[in-house]
């Protein structure tokens, strides 16, 4: 019964993706016609930026962060352990907590570019970088803080979304002064923001099955099972479907 809910609310939640974009085409055609003055359909349009987002908040905050995953290392023959989970553990964790560290950068990048003209935020030199992946690693390691930073995350995910809303509906140039111009060379900002939060969400994914429960107090993790695949499974749908609508909307 769970099962059947959960694949219920996820089809209605993919449907709304697909059909939702259209809905907020009209509204910005219906918005046109008016474009100085404040009207109903003009306040749609400018709140519609913020329910994708939303929604991506609230689906990963509920489905991909809190993970259980199977637990049988007693009994597996497959397990993962010694140089190679040293190594697993530490590319994870430091590529993990780098693109943490670059993604809230970008968030402060776009306030100072977009909001606070004349004032320049400084780049990170290498010791600074360093000290903050190190500083990232070590929350990620513990439960609370680990959530917490997800948390983050996520909001972090909204406001960079809402930046760029207001950047489109202003018809705002974002040239290569902007941290967030140099990624994957899409001219898409909404999709370079998404390919972000996705390669955050897979190594988080990651990190939470290598450190699940007491895997690396005991320095053994077993391999994974067909069942700890599904929510990998859901969440590449998922954001499939959110690359879709970027794309519609476009």
Not at 38 to 52: H, M
Not at 54 to 68: D, E, G, P, Q
Not at 190 to 199: D, E, G, K, P, W
Request: proline residues 2%; glycine residues 2%; charged residues 15%.
């Amino acid at each position: 019964m769970i099962i059947k809910n959960n694949t219920t609310k996820l089809l209605v939640t993919l449907s709304f993706l697909l059909i939702f974009p259209f809905v907020q085409k009209q509204w910005f055609n219906l918005y046109s016609l008016n474009i100085n003055d404040i009207t109903f359909y003009s306040t749609l349009y400018y709140l519609s930026g913020a329910i994708c987002p939303s929604l991506v908040y609230v689906n990963s905050l509920k489905n991909y962060t809190y993970f259980n995953f199977t637990e049988d290392k007693i009994h597996s023959i497959k397990i993962i352990k010694g140089k190679r989970l040293l190594f697993l553990v530490a590319i994870n964790l430091i590529f993990l907590s780098y693109l943490i560290a670059d993604y809230i950068f970008i968030n402060f990048d776009l306030i100072f570019n977009l909001f606070l003209e004349g004032i320049t935020l400084p780049k990170l030199d290498i010791t600074e970088l360093c000290f903050l992946i190190f500083l990232i690693s070590i929350l990620l390691i513990f439960k609370k803080s680990k959530f917490l930073l997800k948390k983050i995350i996520l909001v972090n995910f909204i406001l960079i979304s809402l930046y760029l809303w207001h950047v489109q509906i202003n018809n705002i140039s974002i040239d290569d002064q902007f941290h967030i111009y140099r990624y994957f060379g899409l001219n898409d900002l909404n999709l370079i923001n998404l390919f972000i939060l996705v390669a955050i969400e897979i190594s988080f994914y990651t990190w939470s099955f290598l450190s699940y429960k007491t895997n690396l107090s005991d320095w053994m993790v077993s391999k994974p099972q067909k069942g700890d695949v599904i929510p990998f499974l859901n969440m590449l749908v998922f954001y499939l479907f959110i690359i879709i609508y970027y794309s519609i909307l476009t």
